[in-house]
């Protein structure tokens, strides 16, 4: 079963698809079923700053301090969320970017970033 937000990868291509709509079958791709995405937080966190945090109510960055945006190592997106899970906002990021992104009028409270090296992460909260 998948639930709605959640995030998946295939192992063979690299594809990664959220769920909008929960649904009882599997994911497949490239005839295999897709990878679970476990998001990881602080705890997970040793040298590399990878949890994405509000750095006031216009304005979220992933860590505390900025990460890395270089080819071999950067973030490829940005993800914030409202609290009632109605509203998405997601800036995709080039490596010439600075991994920040500016959020709309909406309130926001959880916040998902893909590092393409460490995978999914979640902050806010």
């Not at 679970?36 to 040298?47: G, I, M, S, V």
């Not at 009028?105 to 090296?117: A, D, G, H, S």
């Amino acid at each position: 079963m998948t639930n709605c937000l959640d995030f998946y990868r295939c192992d063979i291509c690299g594809n990664i698809v959220q769920v909008l709509h929960s649904g009882e079958g599997d994911l497949v791709c490239c005839g295999q079923p897709m990878i679970y995405l476990q998001p990881q937080t602080t705890a997970d966190e040793k040298k590399e700053k990878h949890v994405p945090v509000f750095i006031n109510e216009n304005l979220v960055q992933v860590g505390t301090e900025l990460h890395p945006m270089i080819k071999e190592h950067h973030i490829e997106f940005i993800e914030a969320v409202s609290p009632d899970r109605k509203n998405i906002q997601i800036k995709f990021l080039d490596i010439e970017q600075l991994p920040q992104m500016n959020l709309n009028q909406v309130e926001y409270n959880k916040l998902f970033e893909y590092c393409n090296l460490h995978g999914l992460w979640v902050g806010g909260e």
